[in-house]
């Protein structure tokens, strides 16, 4: 049984590394977070300490070490911008990692990050999980016994509504957060870069509060994407059923199903980790490449090939009354 500590306990996806926690038989024996609405934690590890003052956490994680009874990972749920600092809090723990995602906001801090892994000997493992579904492993091995000149087109399309909670909350400043496309679109980048191989072209169409869109070339793909925050974005098909969340991705005009078992992707993640498999800090750096281009790109015309929902009407910032530009030079 593995002993874990928990950054980020009251996040939205804590519950699921909880779960995955349980789930492959480890046990948590301490948790951190700023906010102490964590009453999650009684459904599964009712004994876990809990601080409120990273001061107070370092110290106890520390303590146990010295009573030789040593965290074997940290996992972490903290904001974006905090997850290098919490990844070099655990490897200089002497601890494994394991990070959702993104891992990092920008390249260079998969650099820094490579050099304290190596000095603490631990390693440091990105949540991937798409990587696990079998749908896209399917994609994957659909690509690869295609024709070495065959070039798919590929339409990626992520709606997740969100409230007017989400611009007063951390994920709100793209300087935390990274912006839509880093905070809910990471992990796809990082799935179109597995299954269809190296980022050939990256053009950004539009990038505001609540949505982005741009066209990204692969070896093997060309894809129109588009991600967005706003309910008013949804097909609607999908607001007459009440549904608040949209996910599409069609290859060459097909339908691709991967919305089932998104749920159960934590927990296999962890399972791969634990067997020694898992997706470490250089298997994140092309995702971390793109969303990082997205993020300093200016905004191209629409001209050429590009999602057609780039052309619905734009909403208004909910507490602004103009939408600030944000320089490159702002963003570390």
């Known amino acids: 049984m593995k002993k874990f500590a928990l950054i980020g306990a009251a996040g939205y996806i804590a519950p699921r590394h909880l779960r995955a926690i349980k789930e492959t038989g480890n046990t948590l024996v301490a948790a951190l977070d700023t906010f102490d ?6 459904s599964f590890f009712p004994k876990a300490a809990f601080f409120v003052e ?14 030789e009874q ?5 996992s972490i749920c903290s904001p974006n911008y905090l997850h290098d600092a919490h990844i070099r809090f655990g490897l200089r723990n002497h601890a494994s990692v394991i990070c959702e995602k993104p891992l990092v906001l920008n390249p260079w801090n998969i650099d820094a990050l490579l050099d304290i892994q190596r000095e603490s000997n631990q390693r440091a493992f990105s949540i991937l999980q798409l990587r696990l579904h079998p749908s896209i492993i399917a994609l994957k091995k659909k690509v690869e016994r295609s024709p070495p000149a065959e070039v798919f087109d590929v339409d990626l399309t992520y709606i997740t509504s969100r ?20 905070n809910i679109g990471v992990h796809f980048y ?57 996910r599409s991705i069609t290859l060459d005009g097909e339908e691709i199903e991967f919305s ?29 490449e793109i969303v ?41």
């Not at 007459?240 to 949209?246: D, F, L, N, R």
């Not at 399972?271 to 800090?281: D, P, S, V």
């Not at 993020?295 to 999602?307: C, E, F, N, V």
């Open 37 to 42: 609405s964590v009453g999650i934690i009684d």
């Open 54 to 67: 990273f001061e107070r956490f370092d110290r106890h994680v520390e303590k146990l070490r010295r009573l």
């Open 70 to 74: 040593q965290i074997d990972f940290v």
């Open 163 to 182: 409230g007017n909670w989400y611009y007063t909350s951390w994920k709100g400043d793209i300087t935390k957060s990274g912006g839509i496309a880093t």
């Open 190 to 246: 990082d799935m179109l870069a597995w299954v269809f191989g190296e980022v050939k072209t990256n053009v950004v169409h539009q990038h505001t509060h609540d949505r982005a869109a741009g066209y990204l070339e692969f070896a093997k793909a060309r894809v129109r994407w588009f991600l967005s925050i706003s309910n008013q974005t949804l097909p609607a098909h999908i607001s007459e059923k009440g549904q608040t969340t949209y």
């Open 260 to 288: 089932d078992g998104f749920m159960d992707l934590h927990t296999a993640s962890y399972q791969h980790i634990l067997a020694g498999n898992g997706f470490g800090i250089e298997e994140a750096r092309t995702s971390i």
């Open 292 to 332: 990082h281009a997205i993020r300093t790109a200016k905004i191209s015309p629409l001209l050429g090939d590009y999602h057609p929902l780039v052309k619905l009407p734009l909403t208004k910032h909910p507490f602004l009354r103009s939408q600030p530009v944000l320089k490159v030079e702002d963003i570390v």
